[in-house]
């Protein structure tokens, strides 16, 4: 990630368009706390490394279909405002900026290379054009950055997303059938999770409220009771958001499903007017309305065994209709909104055009009303209390099993969307049971999260790391404040691995505290009701702020602490980079000049690579150079300068500085990884890498020019995305051969994509004397220095 210290929300907009591949492509926009989720025409137009290279962006990754989610932390709704004023204005992405505008943004950012347009600029013509940028042909492997890795994803996944392709795809194989329930399961997580993110920040501002209003209870500022005046006020704002909040998930849910968001609203509201309440009401013999007064002696009601409540029907025109409190549901409304949606869609398909204004929502409210009353509710409800009572059966008869694996799950849940089901069922468990049991773990898992961002912090300040420090900052404030743990992860941990260890033994240590103590001090209900375990009656992110909300209240605040206090000492204890990256960052604080043992290691090789290249062949002198870093030859061949590989996109140096090798063999040669670093970008085709090594270099392999083509005939991949490679392990098999038959350049170009970032990147072109063709003369064997790096 750039550094956006000055980057504005208005600039990292305009970019993150020209990434995703313009106005154009962008189907519809939503976004979270921290991340950006994108419904896009074409995934494939998405250039993820200039997405992941933009000033303010932690990360980029696609989801099934295509989806795609950017990851900004907290002034995700300043960019996401920005973006919209672009969509919404019909204005130029940042390829096509007033120039004067390009020179202020690059000035502010310094933006690398790899933000530059992927559309190498045309003359005049282009200048003048407002149309959004359209990826170009020859644009280097922008078509396949989005390629799922081999074992995450398969073509039949992709297209069983929501593009235009995935109604003609029937699964025939087993594996195509395991693909198309993945990609159902995507988009099923990605329902509930648009159904719940954009009432995020009022949840997130009521759950406040609430801890205030115990803080200053407990302080003796407002009476408790519900008979003060001043407590009914304040607990007023929490309870009118979660009255509301089936409405509000109907709209999003609807909305979500492509459906006039406003009809999912109003059937939902239809379930919570005073008419209906008042029917409600005439459940327990109150006579508060002429409504409750007439129908009371129609009510019949009986005890209901599994829920441990009465249920109650009411006949209308002869239809036995059963009474429900709709009141913060979260499934009637999320399964009301999927009818809404088959009714809705089918309704349109079969009425004119020209009365669908009117019949459409006539008929949608109706028929949908009708069913959610008589079916839909009924069962939602029965879902909700069933699950409910299931969990606190478990909850009750085996604390240790949601104090101990919530904790550990959710640093694997979050990163890839699917927490989300568990916060329906924390406001289902406050909706059928008035109370939750699932937050107080789940606090564990954050301040351990937050402990060890707390770790790296203080190592960052004592190795001198200020882009870290400037990082963990703001995840730790963003963290402890506000509950947010993704800057954390996807800002830190997710770049550094080892500190998940520490993370796990937080999380670990932080609830078996919390499950002893739950179990010896159980916490005590408003109705007097003991529960074994920390519960809460509100919903409450995890942070400093929220912790008078939980219950018994010292023992969630000791959980948190020792998950907080074990993770933070761990990460300084044992460093949260592996032993090689630990021992140069010192080198670099001391001054020393940190560079390879050997050049024929390359850029981001560890100890165990050097071991490997001390049995290879020794390299000639003249490919030696021992005082640098050195990036390497994927294959054997004759270098030349980027203006003669024949790519305006090379030439241009858009995607970086570096050399072109012409392989010196016509049939398969293996393509060599030229660093070590884990893989960014796998082309599905094979014609494309971007390797990111541990120091933060990012280096592009793109065999050939155009070879996009020839989609992946005569390439054979040998790693998948998100791998670690050594410098010297295989990428791939070519055949050039085939490459050369098609009428494609063969010539195997290696750029280092942020030469921006760095001090010096200079290609190791030779003696200087060129060719006919601009090429330099001079050959080198695979695994020889072609770029050195100054970092």
Not at 205 to 214: D, E, F, M, Q
Not at 285 to 299: E, N, R
Not at 437 to 451: E, K, L, T
Request: hydrophobic share 50%.
């Amino acid at each position: 990630m750039a550094n956006a210290s000055n980057a504005t929300p208005a600039v990292i907009a305009a970019l993150i368009v020209d990434a995703v591949g313009g106005p154009a492509n962008i189907t519809s926009l939503t976004h979270c706390a921290t991340r950006l989720h994108f419904e896009l025409a074409d995934a494939g137009h998405v250039n993820q490394h200039g997405l992941e290279s933009i000033p303010g962006v932690l990360g980029a990754f696609p989801r099934a279909g295509n989806r795609y989610q950017v990851i900004i932390g907290g002034a995700v709704a300043s960019v996401y405002e920005q973006i919209v004023r672009l969509r919404t204005a019909r204005l130029m992405p940042a390829a096509q900026l007033p120039s004067a505008v390009m020179q202020s943004a690059s000035r502010s950012t310094q933006p690398t290379q790899s933000m530059q347009p992927t559309q190498p600029a045309q003359p005049a013509q282009s200048a003048q054009s407002t149309q959004p940028t359209q990826p170009a042909q020859s644009a280097p492997y922008l078509s396949d950055d989005a390629a799922p890795s081999r074992d995450t994803a398969t073509d039949a996944e992709q297209s069983c997303g929501p593009s235009n392709t995935s109604r003609h795809f029937t699964p025939r194989t087993v594996r195509e059938w395991g693909s198309a329930a993945r990609a159902w399961a995507a988009a099923f997580f990605d329902y509930l999770s648009d159904s719940f993110r954009p009432i995020l920040g009022v949840l997130l501002g009521a759950s406040l409220v609430i801890a205030i209003v115990n803080v200053i209870v407990a302080l003796g500022i407002v009476p408790d009771g519900e008979t003060s005046a001043g407590w009914i006020l304040l607990k007023a704002i929490w309870e009118g958001v979660f009255t509301v909040l089936p409405i509000m998930i109907a709209y999003n849910a609807a909305k979500k499903l492509d459906v006039d968001p406003w009809l999912g609203g109003a059937i939902m509201a239809a379930l919570m007017t005073p008419q209906f309440t008042g029917v409600m009401s005439g459940m327990s013999g109150m006579s508060g309305t002429s409504v409750s007064s007439a129908l009371s002696g129609a009510i019949q009601c009986s005890a209901n065994a599994v829920f441990g409540a009465e249920t109650c029907t009411v006949s209308a025109f002869g239809i036995p209709i059963q009474l429900n409190d709709y009141g913060g549901n979260v499934f009637v409304p999320l399964l009301m909104a999927a009818v809404l949606a088959v009714v809705y869609h089918g309704l349109k398909r079969v009425i004119p055009d020209s009365v669908q204004l009117v019949f459409v929502p006539f008929l949608s409210l109706v028929v949908v009303f009708a069913l959610t009353i008589l079916v839909i509710g009924p069962l939602g409800i029965w879902l909700g209390g069933g699950l409910g009572a299931a969990t606190a059966w478990l909850n009750a008869h085996v604390p240790f099993l949601f104090a101990l694996i919530i904790p550990m799950l959710y640093p694997f849940l979050v990163p890839l969307g699917l927490h989300w089901p568990l916060n329906a069922l924390m406001l289902m468990n406050i909706q059928a049971l008035g109370y939750d049991f699932v937050q107080g773990p789940m606090g564990v898992w954050n301040f351990a999260c937050f402990g060890a961002t707390a770790g790296v912090l203080v190592l960052a300040v004592r190795g001198k790391d200020s882009a870290m420090r400037q990082t963990a900052v703001g995840a730790l404030l963003a963290g402890l404040l506000g509950g947010v743990s993704e800057l954390s992860l996807y800002g830190i941990h997710l770049h550094h691995r080892r500190v998940y260890r520490w993370l796990l033994a937080g999380c670990a240590a932080g609830g078996v505290t919390s499950a002893v103590l739950g179990w010896l001090f159980p916490s005590v209900l408003p109705s007097g009701q003991m529960v074994r375990g920390v519960t809460t009656t509100a919903f409450a992110f995890s942070s400093l702020l929220t912790i008078p909300v939980f219950d018994r209240m010292w023992v969630y605040a000791l959980s948190i602490a020792v998950a907080f206090v074990m993770a933070m000492v761990l990460t300084v204890l044992f460093g949260y980079r592996t032993p090689p990256r630990a021992t140069e960052a010192q080198m670099v604080s001391a001054g020393e000049n940190v560079r390879s043992q050997d050049a024929v290691r390359g850029i981001g090789a560890t100890s165990s690579d050097a071991e490997s290249a001390e049995d290879s062949p020794s390299r000639p002198a003249s490919d030696r150079t021992p005082d640098s870093n050195a990036i390497l030859s994927p294959v054997a061949g004759r270098l030349m300068n980027l203006e003669a590989t024949g790519d305006p996109v090379f030439a241009s140096r858009a995607l970086g500085e570096g050399v072109g090798v012409v392989p010196e063999t016509a049939g398969e040669t293996a393509v060599l990884a030229p660093v070590s670093g884990t893989l960014k970008t796998v082309a599905r085709t094979g014609h494309a890498f971007g390797i990111k090594t541990d120091d933060g270099i990012e280096v592009l392999v793109h065999v050939g020019i155009d070879t996009v083509n020839m989609d992946g005939e005569g390439f054979v991949v040998a790693v998948g995305k998100g791998e670690r490679i050594a410098a010297g392990e295989p990428l791939a098999t070519v055949d050039f051969g085939k490459v050369a038959a098609a009428g494609h350049s063969v010539v195997v170009v290696v750029t280092v994509v942020n030469a921006a970032e760095l001090t010096v990147v200079t290609p190791l072109i030779g003696d200087g004397s060129s060719d006919d063709n601009g090429g330099d003369c001079k050959t080198v064997s695979a695994g020889s220095p072609i770029i050195d790096v100054e970092q």
